[in-house]
């Protein structure tokens, strides 16, 4: 009788909806918000986030810090994604709303207008956060209520990531390692001899690589031994006994000989990008 009761109360109809009122499916159906990217649209620059770093000194004295305005900026918009190299956020042109400018012709050197320095985050965690960067103005007046910026930022795409697995490169030492692959992605990779390095700088257990075209284009070098597992090699760089830079990677653990194996993981096309800085009334702290 208690499950003929516990069955006829399951097959009972759900109660109707009072008229007028709309029915909620539970949570769990509600349909998802999209997820917020930034690799869509054009490339833009935008301000997260501003601190505004004000120091007063009752006696002056040499080597105080000026006071500064911080900024947070976010970069956005298709292929920002695959960013592989950046330069520095260079503003051209800032004043506020009383005229004060917030830059002067010595903000920046020669050296921090050009430079480019590798970014290696991956390509899923900018499409959710965008390329953020910080950048430094002057102090803005009291008074000011607003800003007007213009500017640049340089960046290096790259659509495409190769790995080019090269055996036994100590084989090629003081050759340019013969690769199809990396000559048509535009890079040069020459084995450096034992016997090119002056004598304090020679080790076992060392691989000398010189990147004669292409650096740009070389994401990481990666040492496998026999096991294809992955060495830990010790970077550093040296410079040949005629001068020329390279780079060693000493092995601390394992041992370099005809069964490893070096994989190049490089960009075979990069382009170069200028995103424009073009803000106004941006609201002041």
Do not use: H, W
């Not at 400018?101 to 921090?112: F, H, S």
């Not at 008074?143 to 490169?169: F, H, W, Y």
């Not at 060495?231 to 000989?257: F, Q, W």
């Amino acid at each position: 009788m208690l499950y003929l009761c516990m069955l006829v109360a399951l097959q009972q109809p759900a109660p109707p909806t009072p008229s007028g009122v709309t029915a909620v499916p539970p949570a769990d159906t509600q349909p998802a918000e999209p997820a917020v990217t930034y690799d869509q649209g054009p490339l833009r620059a935008e301000i997260l986030a501003m601190f505004d770093a004000r120091y007063f000194f009752l006696e002056k004295t040499a080597g105080q810090r000026e006071s500064e305005l911080r900024l947070q900026m976010r970069f956005a918009g298709a292929g920002i994604e695959n960013t592989v190299r950046v330069g520095n956020i260079i503003i051209t042109e800032a004043t506020d709303d009383t005229g004060r400018p917030l830059i002067t012709p010595e903000t920046y050197t020669e050296d921090q207008k050009t430079e480019m320095r590798p970014f290696n985050l991956p390509a899923e965690r900018l499409k959710t956060s965008g390329l953020t960067l910080q950048a430094k103005l002057g102090s803005p007046a009291r008074a000011a209520q607003t800003m007007r910026l213009r500017g640049a930022l340089r960046i290096v795409t790259a659509p495409e990531k190769l790995e080019i697995s090269i055996d036994n490169p100590l084989q090629y030492a003081g050759q340019t390692i013969p690769n199809e692959q990396l000559q048509a992605a535009g890079v040069e990779v020459r084995v450096v001899a034992a016997e090119e390095l002056p004598e304090e700088q020679s080790q076992s257990n060392q691989l000398v690589l010189q990147i004669k075209k292409g650096d740009d284009k070389i994401q990481e070098i990666a040492l496998y031994d026999a096991y294809m597992k992955q060495m830990r090699p010790r970077e550093r760089t040296l410079e040949t006994t005629s001068g020329d830079s390279v780079k060693a990677y000493t092995i601390t653990s394992g041992t370099l000989d005809e069964n490893t194996q070096m994989v190049l993981r490089v960009y075979p096309r990069t382009d170069e990008i200028t995103i424009p800085i073009e803000l106004d009334s941006v609201p002041l702290p």
